[in-house]
Structures are given as C-alpha cells and as structure tokens.
C-alpha cells in the first residue's frame, strides 16, 4: 500500500469528522434499512484518492468519511462473473461453481457453449432474500451471472440488451464512417480518435499481436467521441437516481453496477483532457516481472504497446474513475435529497482490479494474485448504526452477503459460508473480528462451462492474507510470500529467505486451516 495511504486518509476522517447453521440477525432496528450497492468493474484502489490513490475522487471520499473503509478488501477470484457470484450468494468460486465468465446471455457475441450455467431463480441471493421480505429490488448495469431471467429485480437495465437497444441507431450511423474510426465492443460501435503517440505505439507493436482476438480493444484505446450523457456508466446512474428519488415507504435494494474503469478503455472527451500522459508516472514496480506470468495477455499487451502505451492506458483509466466518481456523487445526492441516507446501507466495491502498470501489466488477464488485482475497493455506510472508522480488519467479497442478512433483520442462511462482519461493524473491538485471515483463489473452468463444485482438479491456486502477510501457493508447488508491511509493492519474495522459514509455515498450515473451514476439502 502507498506509504502516503495512512496520512492521506486520516486527514479525510479529520476532515469528514464459516459457521454453516442458520445465525440470528443483529438486534433489530426500528425501520427496515434500505440497501444501495455501488459496484465497479476492473477498480484498482491505487486510483483513488481516498486509498491515497491518484485521482481525485471526492464523491467517493465523502462516502468513506461517512463510513468503514477497508484497507484489506479483496475479492475472491479476480474474474468478473467468479467475483460477482461471491458477492451475491456469500460462496466461494469453488462452492458455486461459476469459475468462467458467464457471457452466453449478457455478452451474445461471444462464441460459448450452449451448456453454459450461471445464476438461475434457485440461487439463494441476498437479493432475492430482501425481495422476499417486501424490499423493491431494482438492478441497474452489469450483471455478468444470467443464464435465465429472475424474477426477483422490479425492473433491470444492462449494457448488451437495453443499452444497446437505445443506441442502435446511433452504432449503425458510426458504422458508416471508415472501418479505422470506431472500435467494435462487443458489438457496441464507438468512435474514437487515438493520440499521435498512441497511434506510434501500436504501429511498433508485433504483426501477430495486431492479429489477436482482442487487439482492437488495445490499439483503438483513445477519446471517445460520444457525449457524456451517451455514456453507458452515466445511464446506469440515471436510471438508480430516478428510482432513489422515487421511493417511497417500501425499502428498497438498488444495485447500480458500473463497467467503468473495465474496457473498453475509451472516454469522453471532458474525462479524456484531464490527466497528461506525459506528467503520468509509471509505477516504481513497473520493470519488476515475474516469469511465471511472461505469457499472460496483460504483460504481452505492455510488451507491445511500450511505456508511451502503458501512459496511455492509464489516462484513459483515470479518466474513467474520474467519471465514476461523478456517478457516484450524483447517486448519493439523489439520495440526500430523499432524507433516507442515514437509514440507508451504502457499499461501494469492485468485482476485482486491474495491474494499472504494476509488474509490468495491465489490465486482468493473468493467473497472479497481486494486490493490483486481488484488492478492492470496500466501504460500506450506514449513518444510522455505523460509525466512520478507517481499519485494516480484512474482509472479502464473499462476506458481504451474509453481513447485509444480518443487518437488515434476517437469519443467514446455512448456503453462505462468507463471514458475518454486523456484530464487529456495530461494536469494532478486536474480539468481534470474524476472521485473521482472508482467501482468493483461481480456479479452471471446464469447456462446457458448467457449475462444478470445485477441487483439487480444478485448483490453480491461493493466496491467504492479512494487513501484514501474503502467501500463495499454486497447484505446481510453487509459492510466494511477501512482508506487506515492508513491502507493499510486493517486489520481494521471501520463499528462499530462511529467516522467514518459521512465517512460512505459520501460513501454510492457516491456509490448510482456511480451506477446511471453507470446505474446499
């Protein structure tokens, strides 16, 4: 973590002010409290400013002031559809079986197979717990799990059905221009213009490279020559601000789910002029690889764009969290407005990361368990019960589900194996802690994309850690370990020190221990 991360973000508070029975919720409040989830996709917390980040994103920080922000949040598999089925069901990839990217339904361009399984009307989310118990449920975004429709959400907007919908006319007219002028997103059509220095870098880069699937997602990175209010991520705000406004005495869930920063890595002009990619500074960790990950399509992308590339990249990134943190403001202005914010349960988050530059990569798409891509963003408000702390507990995606149970009144069903953070939210002594350590994990999907309930033949690997220590052990025998203390940056395996031998043991067995609990054996 950033060595500035402790300063920065006590000066905001200074200025802001696996237990399977069925457990009982926390001691009942007056009125039900209302539920908004506010999801990212791709959020490394490097970037913002309230995790001492480089974007300024007050509307962001002002939500942290308000509430618990944790330092240690990770999410437990760094894939979109993996990460968001912890999230709503309070299991483990290897419990719930969606260890591929559910696309068959939410991304119809994509060639899957037929058999594809992802979240159906069974599974047991917190969501469709809430709905049962009278909430009005509304999904606005990215979803990512549909293998049906469930009929728990009052009404749902995504970005490959209404979205596209709505912008048909506008795609087919950008269509007409000449075939360099727009990049094709899954079959959203979006024109750009690319820098100079950009367009330089991407005619340096391999033939082969330009060949590959998704080349075009890389070499047509640039501003988007749409406007703001074309935008998908400003669409889905509109549509949970019009709900917020609107609610009335009915409890409500509202769950806008953004694409921002995720590809594709293109952005409004306004956002684009805001960061100079010759004042971007690369991370201290950018020339520090690691050979097991030389292959993987996030370190061939740096390899061929080049440093210019990489700066690049991150201006338009930054410039996507920029325009988040905007959403993020209107959202909770909307809900100001509504005199329910005290009474209303706010989490901000991520499904996963993104390597931003960190070890030479960017983007996702690697087999590591850096904290670029395992850590997320994680506040959760709740004016009314809650008070504003910044803390390094840590606390994981999969025990968000079996938190928001507790805290809105409702038993935890014996399905979530996530940890209940209520008790320690409400009291933060350090008895109240539900766990020392928290658990990612990588795991191969089978060709069929089918939900299989996982084990060793599936396993790539885990990490285990805390706010001080990082182990991961991959199914080759390979393992790593780093001082998070000491080294943030995760520049420095200690596997091969022996004078972390005793360390290195201690973590093994609390991973031996972390895997039983959570009945990976």
């Given at each position: 973590m950033n060595k500035n991360l402790v300063p920065a973000l006590s000066l905001l508070f200074l200025l802001g002010s696996c237990n399977k029975k069925i457990k009982e919720p926390v001691e009942k409040s007056i009125e039900e409290p209302n539920v908004l989830v506010i999801m990212s996709d791709q959020l490394n917390i490097k970037a913002l400013s309230c995790y001492g980040g480089i974007v300024p994103t007050p509307n962001i920080d002002k939500l942290a002031t308000a509430g618990v922000l944790f330092k240690n949040g990770i999410c437990n598999l760094p894939i979109c559809s993996p990460s968001r089925a912890a999230f709503f069901l309070g299991q483990y990839p290897h419990e719930h079986g969606i260890i591929h990217n559910a696309n068959r339904i939410d991304y119809p361009t994509e060639e899957v197979a037929d058999t594809e399984e992802a979240i159906t009307n069974e599974d047991p989310t917190f969501v469709k717990y809430l709905s049962k118990k009278d909430y009005a449920t509304h999904h606005y975004g990215k979803w990512h799990l549909t293998q049906e429709p469930v009929?728990?959400?009052t009404d749902e907007y995504d970005e490959h059905?209404?979205?596209?919908?709505?912008?048909?006319?506008?795609?087919?007219g950008i269509k007409k221009q000449p075939r360099d002028k727009w990049m094709n997103w899954y079959d959203w059509i979006l024109p750009t213009v690319r820098s100079k220095k950009f367009e330089k870098a991407i005619e340096l880069s391999n033939e082969s490279f330009k060949k590959k699937k998704y080349a075009e997602f890389v070499s047509k990175m640039g501003r988007l020559e749409l406007p703001v209010e074309q935008n998908f991520d400003v669409r889905v705000a509109d549509h949970a601000i019009k709900t917020i406004s609107e609610s009335e005495e009915k409890p409500f869930c509202v769950i806008a789910s953004f694409n921002y920063p995720h590809d594709p890595n293109v952005i409004p002009l306004k956002y684009y002029e805001m960061f100079d990619p010759e004042k971007i500074k690369l991370p201290e960790n950018y020339n520090v690889y690691e050979k097991l990950f030389d292959d993987s399509w996030s370190r061939t992308v740096v390899k061929n764009i080049g440093e210019d590339g990489v700066k690049e990249f991150l201006r338009i990134y930054y410039g996507s969290v920029k325009l988040l943190d905007d959403q993020v403001g209107r959202i909770m202005s909307a809900l100001e407005k509504t005199g329910k914010k005290d009474n209303t349960i706010v989490i901000f988050t991520a499904d996963h990361g993104d390597m931003m530059g960190e070890h030479g990569m960017i983007w996702k798409s690697n087999n590591s368990f850096y904290n670029g891509i395992m850590k997320v963003p994680y506040i959760i408000s709740y004016p009314e019960r809650i008070k504003p702390q910044i803390t390094d507990v840590p606390?994981?995606?999969?025990?968000?589900?079996?938190?928001?149970?507790?805290l809105t009144n409702q038993s935890i069903p014996a399905s979530m194996t996530?940890?209940?953070?209520?008790?320690w939210l409400l009291n933060p002594i350090e008895e109240n802690i539900p766990q020392e350590y928290v658990l990612c994990e990588r795991m191969i999907s089978n060709k069929k994309s089918l939900r299989t309930k996982c084990?060793?033949?599936?396993?790539?690997?885990?990490?285990?850690?805390?706010?001080?220590?990082k182990y991961?052990?991959?199914?080759?025998?390979?393992?790593?370990?780093?001082?998070?203390?000491?080294?943030?940056?995760?520049?420095?395996?200690?596997?091969?020190?022996?004078?972390?031998d005793g360390r290195l043991q201690v973590m093994r067995t609390a991973l031996e221990h972390k895997l039983k609990d959570v009945k990976f054996y």
């Open positions: 009929d728990y959400f059905h209404q979205y596209a919908d709505e912008m048909r006319e506008v795609f087919e606390i994981s995606l999969v025990d968000f589900a079996p938190t928001i149970m507790s996530g940890k209940d953070y209520s008790k084990g060793e033949e599936q396993m790539v690997g885990f990490s285990l850690m805390n706010a001080e220590w991961i052990k991959y199914k080759s025998g390979e393992e790593f370990l780093y001082n998070l203390t000491t080294d943030p940056e995760e520049n420095v395996d200690l596997v091969k020190n022996t004078l972390f």
